[in-house]
């Protein structure tokens, strides 16, 4: 019995030792699931989006790689609002029949159309299909999902005329689905090109499946009269659009679109489109490799705002609940300080940790977390981030005084109490005033309100005015830093006085 006795001490013992004391307790912060994500400083968010995640909640995934305005732009369309719009404003919406839907591919909605008319805009002057003559390099692209792909069904249309001579001449752009492949056409667009009654058409190499996404791009080139067509990246046909039809040593013959006319994007398909987009510029194969990615593959990162604890907390671990596919990563990093105001984006220095794992060292009143994320070899996968929990060790304040004494004199009070019964107690701050439960007090000769009295059970307030009554009342501070104070004790007051002699 006796030597269990001893082994029971020696447990304890180690155990306050790894606890850091009696006076530690734990707290945790949630972030994520049924806690939500309010903590997320949103201006720090990079290429982040909340998506539904496991269960329904909402979870921190990479944003896709939608869209954005360069001063390039001509048109743009994402469908992220309840109708479609030109974010430009180049471009206004003449009818529209396309329904808006969140089976996205970019962004979160996509616009279905059900080959009813789809939508048509007329662009203002300046623009690509708002201005009459010739045009400089540009760029068409799309996402589509169609629901069957059926001969003749048209993604986009353009028509109008010119005149040649004393005579106007049809003109169109298209493209339209054939045998399931997506065919461009233009029929007498290009300046001096006479071949086939001015018509040339560019089919797609690859087999169109429905119910699948795929990205379409057609671009010329002004320089060097290319027209090339691609999907998903990868080039589906080109045609040097040229006097010799080769690359070199002919002449460019150039887009001249005559009338300005309306544009019909989806006018006869059925199915998904997303992400519509023109570009008043050529645009080299790498930029166009990468456009069609799901999502940029250098990731993204979200951020915490600084979350305030208590005075020389420390933060234990990290806890968090990821989805991780093949091939995608998520990284998680700690900062923590005093003085959130000082911090930038690289001070304090953020501390790489592992999920799970014991972090060491990391102490302060505000903490802050970052957390990359990394999509697959191929930009298709996210990974994602359900709930994060920090835990957190904080040093209790210790309990105030439990009595406390004013005894008034002339011009002076003499304040005294009882020690707190924590030992972890390293001094009291004592708060004195004119009002209850107000301690601005200014007028003692020993300071203004708080005064740190250090470890000492009394104090003595001179130089007050005799017949104003004054407030006090105390609170003890921890050995470990005197920023962490307790409550304060019950108020007294006392009113000193010029008392007669005996």
Not at 8 to 28: D, Q, T
Not at 63 to 70: C, G, K, V
Not at 102 to 131: E, I, P, Q, V, Y
Request: charge should be negative.
């Amino acid at each position: 019995m006796h030597n269990g006795l001893i082994r029971s001490v020696y447990i304890s013992l180690a155990l306050f030792l790894c606890c850091g004391g009696l006076y530690a307790s734990e707290r945790v912060v949630s972030m994520g699931g049924k806690a939500g994500w309010s903590l997320i400083d949103d201006a720090q968010n990079f290429r982040i989006a909340v998506q539904k995640g496991r269960y329904g909640y909402d979870c921190m995934m990479l944003d896709t790689n939608s869209r954005t305005l360069t001063p390039d732009t001509d048109l743009l369309i994402d469908f992220e609002g309840d109708s479609p719009v030109d974010m430009t404003g180049n471009y206004a919406i003449v009818t529209n029949e396309i329904l808006p839907t969140d089976a996205a591919k970019m962004g979160k909605g996509a616009g279905l159309s059900r080959g009813n008319g789809g939508l048509r805009l007329s662009g203002a002057k300046g623009s690509l299909f708002g201005t009459t003559g010739f045009t400089n390099s540009f760029l068409i692209e799309f996402w589509l999902n169609p629901a069957v792909a059926e001969n003749g069904e048209k993604v986009f249309s353009w028509r109008s005329s010119k005149n040649a001579g004393n005579s106007p001449i049809y003109q169109m752009m298209s493209a339209s689905f054939y045998k399931n492949h997506l065919e461009w056409t233009f029929t007498n667009v290009f300046e001096g090109y006479e071949k086939d009654d001015g018509e040339l058409s560019l089919s797609s190499y690859s087999t169109l499946i429905p119910d699948e996404w795929t990205h379409h791009a057609i671009s010329y080139d002004v320089e060097t009269g290319l027209l090339e067509y691609r999907i998903n990246g990868r080039i589906e046909a080109i045609r040097y659009i040229t006097s010799n039809g080769k690359e070199l040593g002919g002449d460019v013959y150039r887009c001249n679109l005559g009338v300005v006319a309306d544009i019909d994007i989806c006018p006869q398909y059925t199915g998904l489109i997303d992400d519509f987009h023109i570009k008043r510029t050529n645009v080299s194969e790498s930029a166009v490799a990468m456009r069609y990615d799901s999502y940029a593959r250098d990731g993204g990162r979200f951020v915490t705002k600084p979350i305030k604890i208590s005075s020389n907390a420390e933060l234990l671990k990290v806890d968090a609940a990821l989805e991780v596919p093949a091939q995608t990563d998520v990284a998680m990093y700690v900062r923590s300080g005093n003085n959130q105001f000082e911090w930038t984006e690289s001070y304090p220095e953020w501390i790489p940790v592992r999920n799970h794992s014991q972090i060491k060292n990391v102490k302060g009143l505000y903490f802050q977390l970052a957390v990359d994320l990394y999509p697959d070899g191929s930009g298709a996968v996210s990974p994602a981030v359900t709930t994060v929990a920090l835990s957190f060790r904080e040093i209790d304040a210790p309990l105030p005084p439990f009595r406390v004494t004013a005894v008034a004199s002339d011009s002076s009070v003499t304040l005294s109490w009882t020690y707190s019964v924590d030992k972890d107690t390293g001094g009291y701050y004592v708060y004195y005033g004119e009002r209850p439960g107000e301690y601005l007090g200014r007028e003692a000769v020993e300071g203004m309100s708080p005064i740190n009295v250090g470890n000492k059970n009394s104090i003595t307030f001179n130089g007050l005015t005799n017949g104003k009554i004054y407030y006090f009342a105390i609170a003890a501070y921890s050995n470990v830093n005197e920023k962490i104070m307790g409550v304060l004790s019950k108020e007294v007051y006392a009113r000193p006085l010029k008392k007669p002699s005996e």
